[in-house]
């Protein structure tokens, strides 16, 4: 779920615990962890509400001085309903750094990582490129996006697809700019040349 920075802090420490949002249908499920630049949160509830009724007390805990405010920050097509996601932010660690910072791995991990790079290569239309990338990650840290891509001749969108692929694996970690290996992805890559 996406937030703009100047709310990050709110959802760090637990004061903004709702949201608002326009959508043709959810995004979000109740249940179910999300990544925000604030940390990660755990979706309470997501249900439909008419915009006019939105609560001043709904409003600070959105983030916003009035009601007013967050119906004109609301976005996207006027038609598609308004929803209240409530949430609550989550203590605990990121799992997908966890795995990221793991770097002594069994023998069993590595044929599960293997596995796991064989069916993103054998689902790809481009051919096999899961190695290929964390190589040219292992070479250029902190390349931009563009240019990596650019490098192995794709468009930069599907490239960043591919590669949040091998970081919720926990092989790379995201750079501004650009990509490195995780503890992880290094010692899989050490490993297996």
Same mark, same amino acid.
């Given at each position: 779920?996406?937030?703009?920075?100047?709310?990050?802090?709110?959802?760090?420490?637990?004061?903004?615990?709702?949201?608002?949002?326009?959508?043709?249908?959810?995004?979000?499920?109740?249940?179910?962890?999300?990544?925000?630049?604030?940390?990660?949160?755990?979706?309470?509830?997501?249900?439909?509400?008419?915009?006019?009724?939105?609560?001043?007390?709904?409003?600070?805990?959105?983030?916003?001085?009035?009601?007013?405010?967050?119906?004109?920050?609301?976005?996207?097509?006027?038609?598609?309903?308004?929803?209240?996601?409530?949430?609550?932010?989550?203590?605990?660690?990121?799992?997908?750094?966890?795995?990221?910072?793991?770097?002594?791995?069994?023998?069993?991990?590595?044929?599960?990582?293997?596995?796991?790079?064989?069916?993103?290569?054998?689902?790809?239309?481009?051919?096999?490129?899961?190695? *290929?990338?964390?190589?040219?990650?292992?070479?250029?840290?902190?390349?931009?996006?563009?240019?990596?891509?650019?490098?192995?001749?794709?468009?930069? *969108?599907?490239?960043?697809?591919?590669?949040?692929?091998?970081?919720?694996?926990?092989?790379?970690?995201?750079?501004?700019?650009?990509?490195?290996?995780?503890?992880?992805?290094?010692?899989?890559?050490?490993?297996?040349?």
């Amino acid at each position: 779920m996406r937030f703009i920075k100047p709310f990050w802090s709110g959802i760090a420490d637990g004061t903004i615990t709702v949201a608002f949002r326009r959508w043709r249908r959810p995004t979000v499920v109740a249940g179910r962890p999300y990544r925000t630049g604030g940390g990660r949160i755990e979706v309470l509830s997501v249900e439909v509400v008419d915009p006019l009724a939105i609560s001043a007390a709904d409003a600070v805990r959105a983030g916003h001085a009035s009601a007013d405010e967050v119906r004109a920050v609301l976005r996207d097509e006027p038609e598609w309903p308004v929803f209240r996601v409530e949430f609550r932010h989550l203590d605990e660690p990121d799992p997908r750094e966890v795995l990221a910072n793991t770097a002594d791995l069994s023998a069993d991990d590595i044929a599960e990582i293997d596995r796991r790079l064989d069916r993103f290569d054998k689902a790809s239309k481009h051919g096999p490129w899961t190695r *290929q990338y964390l190589q040219l990650i292992a070479d250029c840290p902190a390349t931009r996006a563009p240019d990596l891509a650019e490098s192995v001749g794709r468009e930069t *969108q599907p490239f960043k697809l591919d590669v949040r692929k091998l970081k919720n694996l926990g092989l790379t970690i995201s750079l501004n700019p650009g990509y490195r290996l995780s503890p992880r992805g290094r010692a899989y890559l050490e490993t297996t040349r």
